[in-house]
């Protein structure tokens, strides 16, 4: 069965401190892949997404992340965190044949400190 | 204006009462999803309708009813609600067999007592 796992369940970091939250997935077959941010108290909304190509891919305020296949994981970063990027970070997969399917990992909790 | 809007935001009931939440987007997509946020954060897909067919039912119990009168609506209502049911129920919408790409609600809190 298709799967998401996020290592880091809480991460307490201060301002300007770099970030990377570890997502690995299972999925035998294509995938396309998600990292979305719910900030407190509302919807979760699109961080970046990677379809194809460059593995390498850049989202909104700053963040990033990068396929590796052969490692099934798609990490997120950024260099330097604000305390306004305090949020929920949720890794999700799509698999080619998953109808649909969008498959979320338990979420990371980032508690940015000013 | 919004993309996917949810009513109410907060429900608050007793055991045992019959509630509904509504869902409408305007983005013109075929596909409309209800996904469970638990205490703990964890996202779960309930269901899945497109164009107002049933798509995905992911083992939720039957007092659990979506209804999509078009494809622009899906509301689910919930019979004889427990204390467990108590989540943020989110709204999404995409394209069907899409990339997976969602648009989400902004939640309704319920809370049962």
């Known amino acids: 069965a298709q799967s998401v796992s996020q290592h880091n369940h809480h991460v307490i970091l201060s301002e300007a401190a770099s970030l990377e939250l570890g997502c690995n997935y299972s999925y035998g077959g294509t995938v396309n892949l998600f990292w979305y941010v719910q900030y407190p108290g509302q919807h979760l909304q699109l961080l970046l997404k990677y379809f194809s190509g460059d593995p390498l891919v850049k989202g909104i305020k700053g963040f990033e992340a990068e396929f590796i296949k052969s490692k099934f994981s798609f990490n997120l970063r950024k260099p330097s965190v604000q305390w306004s990027d305090t949020a929920e970070y949720f890794c999700a997969v799509h698999g080619s044949s998953n109808t649909g399917k969008l498959i979320f990992g338990q979420g990371t909790t980032l508690q940015v400190k000013p | 204006d919004t993309a996917v809007s949810q009513t109410p935001k907060y429900l608050v009931t007793q055991m045992g009462n019959d509630k509904s939440i509504k869902c409408e987007q305007n983005l013109g997509h075929d596909t409309m999803y209800w996904y469970k946020q638990d205490s703990k954060k964890f996202l779960k897909i309930m269901f899945s309708y497109n164009n107002k067919e049933l798509i995905i039912n992911e083992t939720v119990p039957n007092r659990f009813s979506p209804k999509s009168p078009d494809k622009a609506h899906l509301n689910l209502h919930i019979n004889s609600l427990e204390l467990g049911d108590s989540a943020v129920y989110f709204c999404?919408?995409?394209?069907?067999?899409?990339?997976?790409?969602?648009?989400f609600g902004e939640g309704s809190r319920l809370t049962v007592l």
């Open positions: 999404a919408a995409g394209a069907f067999l899409n990339t997976g790409e969602l648009f």
